[in-house]
């Protein structure tokens, strides 16, 4: 019984133990350079900003304020994903991951700030997903030549 | 009947993917690299397909079919220790001294658990039901989980700039540690129905995520880092990249 009981708690802590590495391996791939600024001037995306204003200063901006422009980052970033210069129009299986991870680190942001244990590390989780997410973006649009747009041109005609 | 063709689908994607890959590890120049991963997705599959046979001539609540369900699931599980066992090789691949004491450590443990099972099963004998079948399992799925953990953070330790050996090792501990959660639930539950589907949806799930984190890891994880090799040896890039 006490047996099964461990066995349960270890086996699920370390299940969320590997889904959170293998996530973590994957925001870790190295892109040929920074293409994330580029998109986020594009886009008006705030989450470079977040960040920074985090590790500089050390404390976020307003809650509020603070989910409703990761949510919109996230929500921007997830279609420019689908649609900007995918051929296929889907999101491959590492960004379903990392749309999960996103999902599950915003609830657990969420659960943090009602238990008051700091949400620092969690914000910064998701913005290293969103951007990786908008390396990835810039990466396909760079890769893809539309004459003689640039990837902020093309992403403002979009 | 929904939650069927649910399962039933989630088994078809992972077969799938075993054959996808395996096909993919047989044919591209990284086969010797992979040959344990290979041989593991060679068991799976097989495995799977033995289950299939034996059902489709048998059907489900036939002995035969139990009979055949519980030794394949025992082989895989050995076959799983003796992935882990390999993955710890590639890991102590330059240390040979390090690899020696590992060896022993893991042939410790395996003697170990055989002992503790043979123990158990002699116990329990007569009560072999399965319930029963799935503690054992449990309790062998927990030791390779724990070994798996035992990889990752010596992984850590050492530094080890293999990004592919990481990711094959997350891989494996998301399929050990689901079903290991799942059958203690099963277990502390003595088979109530919730926890019975949870155990068939969690395995195919987690076998399922396992397989896409390797084929992330084989496929695209060689890729770029032979993308990186270019780059650095100075040899043309496969995507020639602009400025914005």
């Known amino acids: 019984m006490i047996a099964a009981v461990v066995i349960l708690i270890l086996s699920t802590a370390l299940f969320f133990f590997y889904f959170q590495v293998t996530c973590q391996k994957i925001l870790g791939r190295q892109f040929d350079r920074e293409y994330f600024q580029s998109i986020a001037n594009a886009n008006r995306l705030e989450f470079p900003s977040l960040r920074k204003s985090l590790e500089e200063f050390g404390a976020p901006v307003d809650y509020s304020r603070l989910r409703m422009m990761l949510r919109c980052d996230f929500l921007a970033l997830t279609y420019l994903l689908k649609n900007a210069a995918n051929v296929n129009q889907r999101y491959t299986n590492d960004e379903r991951l990392l749309i999960l991870y996103f999902r599950w680190q915003f609830v657990s942001l969420g659960l943090r700030r009602l238990l008051r244990l700091g949400e620092n590390a969690a914000i910064l989780r998701l913005t290293a997903v969103l951007q990786y997410f908008a390396n990835v973006v810039g990466q396909r649009v760079n890769a893809v030549k539309f004459g003689n747009l640039t990837a902020a041109d093309y992403l403002l005609n979009l | ?244």
């Not at chain 2, 443990?109 to 055989?114: A, D, P, R, T």
């Not at chain 2, 503790?116 to 503690?135: C, D, K, P, T």
């Open chain 2, 1 to 244: 009947m929904d939650s069927i063709i649910i399962r039933d689908a989630l088994q078809y994607a992972g077969i799938l993917i075993e054959g996808c890959l395996l096909v993919y590890m047989t044919r591209s120049a990284q086969r010797r690299r992979h040959a344990g991963v290979g041989l593991y997705l060679f068991c799976l599959l097989a495995a799977g397909q033995v289950r299939a046979l034996i059902l489709r001539g048998y059907g489900w609540s036939s002995p035969q079919y139990s009979y055949v369900y519980w030794t394949t699931d025992f082989l895989l599980v050995v076959a799983s220790f003796l992935l882990v066992c390999y993955f710890f090789q590639r890991v102590c691949e330059h240390q040979e001294k390090m690899w020696r004491f590992v060896r022993v450590l893991l042939g410790l443990i395996f003697v170990l658990v055989v002992g503790v099972s043979a123990l158990s099963f002699l116990g329990n004998y007569a009560l072999l039901s399965n319930r029963y079948i799935a503690e054992f399992n449990q309790n062998l799925y927990f030791t390779c989980l724990v070994l798996n953990t035992m990889l990752y953070f010596m992984l850590q330790h050492l530094e080890s700039t293999d990004e592919q050996l990481g990711l094959l090792v997350c891989g494996v501990g998301i399929q050990f540690a689901g079903p290991a959660a799942s059958m203690a639930l099963y277990h502390l539950t003595t088979g109530e129905s919730f926890a019975r589907s949870l155990v068939s949806f969690t395995v195919p799930i987690c076998t399922l995520g396992m397989l896409l984190v390797w084929a992330y890891a084989i496929v695209r994880v060689s890729e770029s880092a032979v993308k990186v090799t270019r780059r650095r040896t100075g040899e043309p890039a496969l995507v020639e990249v602009t400025a914005d």
